[in-house]
């Protein structure tokens, strides 16, 4: 009743009665990092924008100044993931500029079936299995190398043709059992796929488990030796049990057990959901004996075959988590081919490596970047606070004129023009940074519920990319950690700039695009924020990549039948130069043993070198036995670039050893490689 006569007694007095409080101090806010302020908004901000609508968020918040507030409003580290005001800002500069990108590209974008699987296995090297010609091509000697769930998900694809085929009443021209010659009539648990509705795979986020406790069966074809297929890496040293490391030396598809049998208490990774800990893990790189590869240390014939491996596996993990993987069509468009906005990365590379060779990331790119970290990195709002839209596109139409007539005067360029032309580079890409055809599976990456998966996700993506895509991403990347690094200085912490570059790396198509875009926004600023924090992880190759592709190195090499005259003369004339090699080399080596390896370095005084391995020997005293006793720190020599030791030929291309790399489990796993001591290509 005491409430009730106050009540009453502000009513009588003209005055507002107070029906609800809702609480705004920060001990109810799950902040990141600690601020001395809290944020401006609630928790609630994100399905208040949903129900509101873009366009009318939008419009309500036009009566507020465009300008960034001053610097006591805004504490440094205001990376709450409630807040995602700086996304909101970012979509509308960029809506206000009409620069979204590639809206013609998707609108026919969808595949049927047949188009689909034709896709798939075309871009897994498997093509050979529909057109009928399977002694051409890598795809017998991959097929020989496949794990068994990997193997069943080629026989799913496989299958999954033949039945669209037969549905158009056309006969394909090879029939599955041609493939798998066993026919398979054990019971496969459904898996609740969940379908893409739109170009941009947007799906549901939650986690979604099997729900069925019997084993997924065996492809028959390849039942043989899979259970010892898992991995041949050496154990990683020291080896590390902890929840936060991840494991190089099995397949992501084999580790998620407790998903495939549909106990979600047993699975470690789903006990961390996003939600619940807003707090990143961090993931720690393993350091296995065979040394950790970068993308950069691989052979291009290599990093191929690592593309085909990738693409199978990570179609089975997206499988073995219950998500279906679709594809958007690879869209032809005509592009411009000379200028520097909306022209193909790979069009941009070829006109800057005719006048420097080697390069890899486009010119412009890298120019932008370096204007921003000679100005920008400690500019208060880099990357946020636009520049003037009439300054920026005043200096866009001169870098199209003068850039590569090196007549442009980056001089006048400011730290914010520099950020609105970088950003409207990535956007007006003719086809998107992260790829048309991968962009539903990066969106199905960002409704996984464990961020251990999650990592595996991208990791996975991230070796599909094209060469040029991927270079220019991690240039992209590398200079992202930079701002957060100077975090203190621009008031930039890894949640602001994560949602400044979502809108511009992940764009929405489509009829239902604004709808997609709330549901995602979030989950397109994580996605960034694991790409920038783990992106030395990302960039490093799984070591049971390498090791099938050794795999597959060693089957392709046995199974290759020479195809014509002139290729059997070739290769009885490769014969015959062998052989005399090998005469040379062992008339060189008689007194040598077991673990004795023969070092070549082309460009040393010394140029061979016999070395006796044992289990300390590193490739970094490989690299300081020979700069000793060619005198390195001379003068004559401190002007050669730094050497490193490359593992070449036998059952891999090249690989550029980590000088961590212990020689003889090296030795061990290609007794027949050459040992070369050369300067890197990059």
Known sequence: MIFWRSAMEIKDSCSVILTAYHSYTPSTIHLVDEGNEPPRH???????????????????RRTRPPTSPSPPERPAARDSQDSMEDYWSEVKNIEEDGQRGHEDLLERGSMDEVELEEAWLQEAGLSTLVSGALGEGPAEALLSTLTRSQAAMVKKRVDNYTLTMRKRNKQPTRHVRDVFSTPDTSPVDPIPSVSSKS????????????????????????????????SECPPCSPPQDTSD?????????????AHRRGRHGDCKDCQRIRGDDPDL??????????????????????MKKIGYISLIELTTFY????????????????????????VPLTTLLDNDQKKFPGSKVPLVFRKLLSKLEQTGLQAEGILRVPGSASRVKHLRQELEQKFYEDRFDWEQVRHNDAAGLLKMFIRELPYPLLTL????????????????????????????????????????????????????????????????????????RGKN??????????????LVRLLIIHQDLLWTVPCFLISHVRKLNEAGASKKPPSSEKTKRKLLLMRRKNSEREKTERSELTDLRQGVIRVHAPLHAKISMAIQLDNETKAKDVMARFDYENGRGTRSTSRRPRQYLFEVGGNIGERNLDPETHLLDVYHVNPHCEWVLKPTTT
Request: hydrophobic fraction near 35%; proline fraction near 7%.
């Open 513 to 526: 695009a604004k709808q997609e875009e709330m549901q995602g926004a979030a989950g397109a600023a994580h």
């Open 437 to 508: 055809q991968h962009a539903p599976a990066f969106a199905a990456a960002q409704n996984i519920s464990s961020p251990r998966h999650q990592i595996q996700a991208l990791h996975l993506l991230i070796m599909l990319l094209p060469e040029p895509n991927r270079d220019t991403l991690k240039a992209l990347l590398e200079f992202l950690r930079k701002v957060v690094a100077y975090e203190e200085k621009n008031r930039m912490g890894l949640w602001n700039v994560s949602m400044i570059v979502a809108p511009n790396l992940f764009t929405y």
């Open 319 to 342: 499988d073995g988590l219950g998500i279906e993987l679709k594809r958007n069509r690879a869209a032809r468009s005509k592009a411009r081919e000379s200028g520097i906005f909306g």
């Open 199 to 230: 170009p941009n795979g947007h799906m549901p986020s939650r986690c979604i488990h099997r729900t069925s406790s019997r084993g997924r069966p065996a492809c028959p074809s390849f039942s043989q030796s899979t259970e010892c297929r898992v």
């Open 245 to 257: 490391s991840l494991s190089f030396e099995v397949p992501y598809s084999e580790d998620i057990t």
């Open 281 to 302: 893990p961090t993931f720690q790189l393993p350091r296995p004996k065979l040394g950790l590869t970068r993308i950069q240390d691989l052979s291009c014939e290599d």
């Open 42 to 60: 609630s928790p609630c901000r994100k399905e208040q924008y949903q129900g509101k609508g873009l366009r009318g968020r939008m419009s309500s």
